[in-house]
């Protein structure tokens, strides 16, 4: 995120006295990145940052990785499920990881979180699949809805507070141990989106108001870091800026406001992307017309995966190179093996004009590895489901020794 944003009240000049009603001073507080190299924000709080009352015995918090999975396609349905777990951090069941992205799944029951969240060592890419609310931040609060990605870099500490609604809450997590950016070749070296960008700074919703909590009383900030949930206690509010600015900050950008990319022959996944991080990407994959030359076949092609694994997260919408997929599926396509689409549907998209699809596609170029917690969901007929003929099914046992 690369443009100055400023919210509440702030001195004149940074690294200045700014004085409380009371005569104390604000207590300066700058979050920045890269060792004072990266992007930074400087906030002012009413209490000290430093001033912890205690801190509590660390719980475990790390995926555990499932073991003598064989190499294959693999499909994971999830949308069956309704809650994965009482609260935020219960309901986050990591689906696959690696050393530089974690995904998960989050359908909480609970309709707010009891205590504030901070991850110390990753940024977080939150995709609202179902469910309204808000995201409350040290740095203000963010209203969301279905199709947004919320931006949360790491250290900022944050709650969510969701919507009653009939409607099962569902987020999709990607946790990022790099920064999360948008992507080089859309930027200029200001930093600024360029025109030929499918979405620019006008897309992006920061904070819309400050949450200036001033009320005293025990709070508990449960930090993540190195597999680890760190329980630390203040006897304030960690919601107790008067005021910020700067460039490092949590914020909203919807899918729908993505620009897809079309040509006149089928275009590459990169066309896509929607941010970078270290050894991986994002992409969004939205409504748009189908390629336009009289021989196209809007059917993407085969392809090897000769140097990463690709995740296809699936929102909405018909997906006419897949069968057997529907909302909430995971698709999982490893290094290594060729993958397309499934018999039939290369000659049934011909002629086809448009599609209606979103999706989240996540491209890492480290291998992946399914965890335990993803088991329950896998579809063990997905690796034999290019065959024309034949049930396509695969015995019990197949895809693990």
């Known amino acids: 995120m690369a443009f100055y944003h400023r919210m509440g009240e702030i001195p004149h000049k940074r690294h200045t006295q700014f004085r409380q ?68 951090l219960d309901a986050r069941k990591t689906m696959l990881f690696n050393s530089d992205v974690a995904i998960s799944v989050c359908n909480p029951s609970a309709p707010e979180m009891a205590y504030y969240y901070k991850n110390a060592q990753a940024d977080e890419v939150v995709f609202v699949h179902d469910g309204t609310g808000d995201l409350l931040t040290q740095m203000g609060r963010i209203p969301f809805g279905p199709g947004d990605y919320l931006v949360i870099p790491r250290t900022v500490i944050h709650k969510f507070r969701f919507d009653q609604s ?51 009383g025990e709070r508990l900030v449960q930090v993540k870091k190195e597999g ?50 270290h050894n991986f990407v994002i992409c969004s994959f939205v409504p748009r017309l189908f390629d336009y030359h009289p021989l196209s076949i809007p059917a993407p092609y085969n392809h090897s995966n000769v140097d990463s694994d690709e995740v296809l997260y699936y929102v909405e919408g018909n997906f006419m ?53 993803a088991l329950p969901y896998l579809d063990e007929n997905y690796p034999m489901s290019w065959n ?12 693990f020794d």
């Open 21 to 88: 009603p009371d005569g104390s001073l604000y207590a300066e507080q700058l979050v920045g990145t890269l060792g004072f190299s990266g992007v930074s924000s400087l906030l002012y709080h009413i209490n000290p940052p430093t001033q912890i009352s205690r801190i509590g015995e660390p719980k475990p918090f790390a995926p555990k990785k499932a073991e003598n999975v064989k190499l294959a396609p693999q499909h994971l349905r999830t949308v069956e499920v309704n809650a994965t777990g009482s609260d935020y």
């Open 166 to 216: 009939e409607k099962q809450v569902r987020l999709l997590i990607i946790e990022s141990f790099s920064p999360i950016e948008t992507p080089r070749r859309y930027r200029n070296h200001f930093g600024q989106l360029l025109e030929h960008s499918p979405f620019c700074e006008r897309d992006m919703r920061p904070p819309v108001e400050l949450i200036t909590e001033t009320e005293k």
């Open 228 to 277: 680890q949930l760190h329980q630390f206690y203040y006897d304030f509010s960690p919601f107790d800026a008067v005021g910020w600015d700067g460039y490092f900050y949590p914020y909203a950008f919807n899918i729908a406001d993505f620009e897809p990319i079309t040509g006149r022959i089928h275009q590459p996944p990169p066309v896509h992307q929607t941010f970078e991080a």
């Open 321 to 373: 190179s897949r069968k057997g997929v529907e909302r909430g599926s995971f698709t999982i396509h490893p290094g290594g093996i060729p993958h397309g689409p499934h018999p039939g549907t290369v000659e049934a998209s011909i002629g086809k004009k448009e599609t209606e699809e979103y999706a989240v596609m996540i491209d890492t170029f480290k291998p992946l590895y399914l965890t335990e917690d």
């Open 388 to 399: 024309e003929h034949g049930d396509g099914k695969v015995r019990k046992g197949d895809m």
